[in-house]
C-alpha cells in the first residue's frame, strides 16, 4: 500500500468517525423533534377531544334541563335558558370534533390515531343528530304541553267540559273519573296500556250515555262528542307520547355512541404520548451508545493509524536519514536496507543505486580526468586552427562585401534598404537617389522611407492613392513578404513617372523583420511605348474590321442591285405604258426616284467601304437640303416640328449630291431621334459664311473664303460632355441594339471630311444640341444640268439576253424589245452557250449577267468569243469585285453595265456597242 | 478518483433502476367520474360490508338468520370476490327507528363502507334507508317487507329512497290476502287489528283494513300498542269490546306473544280468530307460545321449494349444526349474492389487484338485475328496488310440536297478487 493510500485510509477513517457522529446527532434530534411534536399534538388533541366531550355533555345536560325546567319557568323561558344554549354547545362540538378531524389529519400522529377519523365521522354525524332530535323532540313536547294550546291543556279542557257535563250523574262521573284517573296515570308514566284503560272506560261511559234515557238527545250528543273528541285527543297524546319516547331513545343510543368515541381518542392520544415518551427516551439511550461506540472506535481507530504511520513511515524516514548522513560523511558504501513497495520503499532503491553509481563514478573520475585533459589539448589546437581560418574568412567576407557594394552602387536600379523599425533608409545607390530625385547631400544621415513616401502622390494602376505604407518596400516592411508592384507616381516640380519596384523584407532567424529591401525603376518610357502599340493595335483592329465591312458591303450590293434592277426595269416599263396624265405616273416617278436614290446609296457604301473616290459635281447644296427634309417629314412623328431657313443663294458645292444627301439624312435624323418620346422642334438652316483668315483657328481644317454653313439643331437632352469626342468614332452609339450602327455620325464626319470640310458640335445638357458643317463654296459657275429628254436610241438587231434571275432577264428582254430589237432570253449560262454554239450567227449581241451559276458571265463570254471572235459582248452586274476595266478589255468584252440599269443608259450603251463603239463604266 | 469513478458508475445503474421501477412501473391513476364517488380498495384489503340488523331483544333471532344467509353467500363465494375478502361490521338496530337511525351512522361513519346489509326491521330500514341513500350507498334487506319502503300501487312509497333494494316480498298484498282469507274463507265480518305503530305492522293492518272494508267488512278496532309493552290486558279489553271475530296482529316478538298468551288468559276472547304475520313464522315464537298458539293464522310470503333451497339448507346445517328458525335466511342469501354479482360487474380492477367501486354504478348495476336464479326463485329488481315477486300463503300452526317447519308447511290459503 503506498503512503497516499495510508493517509488516505487514516483520513477515511477520521472522516468516517465525524460523519457517524453527525449523523447519530442528526438522527436523535429528528427523532426528538418527532416526539416532541407527537407530545405537543397529542395534547391538543386530547384537549380537543375532552372540549367536545365537555360541550356534548353540557348540551345534553341542557337538554335535559329544559324538560325539567320549562313546567315551572314555561316554554319560552325555557327555550332560552336551556334550548338555545344547547344548539349553540353542539355547534361548536361540531366544530370541535372538525377540527380535531383536522388536526389528526394533518400531523404525524401513529396510526391508530390516523384511522380515528371513522369515529370522529361518527361522533360528528351522531352531535349533529342530537341537535336535529333534540329540536324535534322539544317541539313535540312543545305540542303535547304546551299551556293552552298544547294537547294536554285540551285533553284537560275536554275532561273538564266533560266533568261539567256528567255534574249530577253519579255513574257516569264515577266513570269519568276512572277514565281521568288513568289519563292522568298515563300523564305521569306514559304507559300506553293505562290510556288504552282509559280508552275502556270511555267505551263503556259511551256506551251508557248512548242508552241512558236520563240523558237528552242534545246532551248525549254533547257527551259523546265530549268523549269522542277526549279520544282523539288522547290518541294524537299517544302517537306525540310515541314519537318523543322514540327520540329519547334515539338520544340515548347516540349518547352511547359518542362516549366510547371520546373515550377512545383521549386514550389513542395518551397512547401516542406515551409512545412519544418512550422513543424519546429510545433515542437518548441508542445516542449514548452509538456516541460511545463511534469514541472507542475512534480511539481504537486512532490508534491503529498511530501505529501504521509509525511503522509504514515514520521508523523508515529516520532510518533513511541515518544511511543518507552516514553518506554525507563519505562512507559511499553505505545501503539503505528497505524492501518495501511504498515510495519510502522505492526512496530506498533510489538511494541506494544512486550511493552505486556516485561510487562508481567517483572511481572512474581519474582516468576520465586524463583522457579528458587530452581532449582538451586536441581541442585547443583545433581552435587555434579555426581561428586562423576566421580570420582568412573575415578577409574573404570584406572582399566580398566591396564587390557587393561596388554592385550596388553601379546597379542600372535603385536599390534600398530601410530599417523596419524605425524607417530608417540604411542603404540607398546613386540610381536610387537619381530615381527619388534627390541627392546625399539632400537626404542627408536621417533619411527616412516612412516620410519620405509623403513628399509625392502615387497611384496604383486603377488609379487609387497609395497610402505610406502602401508602397512596396513600406507594404514588405509591414507585411514582412515580397510585394512587386507598378506605380506612377505625382511630384511637383517633376514630370510624371512610371515606377516599378521589387521590395522584400529581410527577417532574422527569429522570424522578425529587420529591414526592407526595395529595388526599384523608372518604367515611364516603357509605359508609354506600350500605350502607342496599343492604339496602333487598336488602329489596326480597325482597318480589319473596315475591310471586313467592304467584303460584307460587296456582297449584299450584288444581290441589292439585282432587286433594284427588277424594281427599277419595271417602273420603268410602266412608266413607259401609262399615258402621261395618268395619276399612277408621278408614284411610279418617285418609285423610280426612290429606286435611283438606293442605287445610289449602295455605290456610297461601295465606296466607303473601297474608301474610293466618288463622282464630285457642283451641286446647288440648298435643293439637296430641300429634298432631304421633304423625305424627313414623312419619317419622323409629327410631334417633333420642322422649321427650316434656306438660303437658296448660298452658293454651290462641289460635292457628290448622295453624300451630301446622306449628310443632310443622318444628321436630321439623329436630331429627330434624341426627340423622338418627347417631342420637340428640328431647326435646319443653310447659309453662306465668310470664313477670316484671322480667326481660322477656330475652324481646323479650314481654308479662309466663302463656305456653306448647314446647321442642324435639336431641343433633346444634349449630349454628355465626356463622350463628346467620341461621336463621330465608328460604331459608337448611345442608342440600344437595333436603334443604330453608329455610323451614322461616322459617315458624316468621313463625308464632310472627304469634301475638306468642317463638322462641329455645341451642346447643352438638357436643352439640346447643334451640328455646324462647313463646306467651302466653288464659284465657278453652275452649270445646271436639266435633264434633257431625248429619244431613247432603238434598233431592230438580234440579241441574246442571259441572266440566272428570270424576272430581269424578262424585264431586260421586254425593255430591249421595247427599244424594237429581237431578244432571246435565257436564264441558264449553260444553254445560251449551248444555243450560240450551235447558231453562233444567230446574234448580234449577248448581253450578260455576270454572277450566275455553273458559269459565270465572264467564263461564257470567253467561249463565246472563242466560237465567234467579233461578237459584241456587253457584260451586267450588280457588283463584282472580280471585274474591272482592265478585265473586261482583255477578255474582249466592249461593255461593262452597273445594275440597276436606267433604260436609257441601257438603249445607249447597246447602240454604242453595236455601232462598234468601245464603252466602258465602272462604278 | 479512480475508486470514486468507481462507486459513481456502480451506483448510477442502480439509481436509473430504481428510478425506473418506481416511476415507470406505476399504472396510470383510476379517476372516479362515479356521481356519488368511489370506494378504492387496496390490495389485499377487505371489501367492507355494513350489516344493519336486530342483534337483540327477541327479534335477534330474525337478524340472525339474515347474518347467516349472508355468510352462506360468502362461503358460496370462497369467501372472496374479485380476490378480495369480506370485512362485515355489524351494527344493532334493535328493530327500532331510532335505533336503525343511529346504527346507520355508525356504518357511514367510514368512507371504505362499500354498502349495506339491512335492515331486519322495517322500521329501522325506515330511518336507516333514508340516511343510506343520501350517504350514496346501496343498502339490501332479506328481510324488510313494509311496502312503505319501495311501492304502493305501483308507485314510490313514502319511505322510499334510491339505492334501497330487498329480496323479501312486497307486503302490500300480505294484508289484502290475509283480509281476503278471513273474509272469503273464515266469513268474519268484525276485524279489530292491532300494530305497533311499526311502518311494517302499521303497513299490514292498513292494508288488511281496506281490503276487509272493500269486501264489505268491519274494522271494528285499530289501535296500536307500543313496541316494549308488556301489559296487553286493556288492549285486548278493548278487541272485545268492539266485538271482534278476528284479531288481526302483525307484531313483532315480544309484543306478539304477549298479546297471545293475553289474549288465551282472557275467557272473553276465546272464540277470537287470531291472525298474525309472517314476524312470528318463527321457530322461537313457536317455542315460547306452544300450545297457546295452536289455531293461530299467519300471513306470510310463500316459503320457496326447489333443489337449490335443499342444498342450501344443507349447508346451513352443515355450517351451524342446526336447522334454520325460519326461511327467511334465503332472502338474505339472494340479497347477498345479487350484492355480490353487482360488485363483481361494476368494480375496476387494477393490475396491482386494488378494486374501484363506483358507489352510482353499484345502484345502476342492481337496479339493473334482470332473471337473477336466486334460491328464492328468479328476481328482477323494480325502479323501487322490489327485486322479488310476492305471493302469500295463510299458515295454520296445527302442531307446535313439529316446529315452524310444520308450520310452514302447512298452507291454509295462497294469495298471488295479479
Known sequence: MSISSKFGLGGSLFLGLIVMVAATGYWSLQSVRKAESAILISSEIQRLVLDMD?????????????????????????????????????????????????????????????????????????????????????????????PKRGLYAQLMRHLQALETELSGQGHFLNLYHEMKSYIQEYRIIHRRFLMQSAFNVSFTLYRQIETAPILGVQDREKITGLLDQIIDISEKILETDGQITSIFNDISLQEKTEAPISGSLVQLAAEEMQQARRKIAYTHKVTVILIAGIALFGVLAALGIWKLLNDNITKKIIRLTKTAKEFRKGNLGVCFEEEGKDEIGQLAVTFNIMAARIQAFVDGLESKVEIRTNELKSANNKLLREVEDRIKAQANLEETQAILQAALDNSQAGILIAEARTGKVQYINEVGLFLMGESKQTIGDSFNIFTYVRKFQGYDLDGNLLEPGGYPVTRAIREGKPVSMEYWVKQSGREDRFMWANAAPIINTKGEVLAGISIFLDITKRKMAEKEKETLESQLRQVYKMEAIGILAGGIAHDFNNLLAVIIGYADLAKQDIPGEHPAKLQIEEILKAGNRARDLVKQILAFSRKSQVGRFPVQIHSIVTEALHLLRASIPATIEIRQEIDTECGSVLADQTQIHQVVLNLCTNAAQVMEKEGGILDVSLTRVEIDPARMIGFPGLGPGPHVKLTVKDTGKGIDKQILNKIFDPYFTTKEIGKGSGMGLAMVHGIVKSHKGLIQVDTISGMGSVFHVYLPVIEEEILIQDKIITPLLTGTEHILVVDDEAPIAEMTKRRLERLGYQVTSLTSSMDALALFRKYPGRFDLVLTDQTMPHLTGEKMAQEMIRIQKDIPIILSTGYSSSIDQEKIERLGIRAFLMKPTEIRELSDCVRQVLAGQKQSKID | MPRFKSIISSALPLAVWFVFFSCGGQAPSFECTDTLGCVHVEPGDPLKIGVLQALSGKVASLGMEQIRGFELAIDQKNGQVLGHSFLLQKEDTGCTSEGGANAVLKILADPQTIAIFGTTCSGAARTASHAMSEAGLVMISGNNSAPFLTSIGGKAAPEWHPGYFRTANNEENAGKAAAIFAFQKLGIRRVATINDTDIYTRGLTDGFRQS????????????????????????????????????????????????????????????????SDGALIEDSFIQDVREKGKGMYFVGPVSPKNPAVDALSRKYLAKYTTLPANYYYLNAYDAAMLLFGAIETIAVQEADGSLHIGRNALRRALYATRDHKGVTGDLTCDEFGDCSQAAFNVLRLDDPDAGVRALQENVIFTYTPE
Open chain 2, 212 to 275: 276487509f272494508e272493500k269486501q264489505g267488512g268491519k274494522i271494528v278496532l285499530d289501535t296500536s300498542i307500543n313496541k316494549g309493552e308488556t301489559v296487553m290486558g286493556p288492549v285486548l279489553t278493548a278487541v272485545y269490546n268492539a266485538g271482534a271475530q278476528l284479531l288481526f296482529f302483525p307484531l313483532f316478538q315480544p309484543e306478539g306473544n304477549l298479546i297471545l298468551t293475553a289474549a288465551g288468559e282472557n275467557p272473553e276472547l276465546r272464540n277470537i280468530v287470531l291472525m
Open chain 1, 54 to 146: 365537555r360541550g356534548m355533555e353540557k348540551s345534553r345536560r341542557l337538554y335535559n334541563a329544559f324538560f325539567l325546567h320549562y313546567p315551572m319557568i314555561g316554554f319560552e323561558a325555557a327555550h332560552r335558558q336551556y334550548v338555545q344554549p344547547s344548539i349553540r354547545q353542539i355547534a361548536k362540538v361540531i366544530g370541535t370534533s372538525q377540527l380535531l378531524k383536522r388536526q389528526i389529519k394533518l400531523s404525524s400522529v401513529g396510526g391508530a390515531l390516523q384511522k380515528s377519523h371513522i369515529d370522529l365521522n361518527l361522533y360528528l354525524s351522531s352531535a349533529r343528530r342530537f341537535a336535529q332530535t333534540s329540536i324535534e323532540s322539544i317541539e313535540l313536547e312543545t305540542e303535547l304541553s304546551a
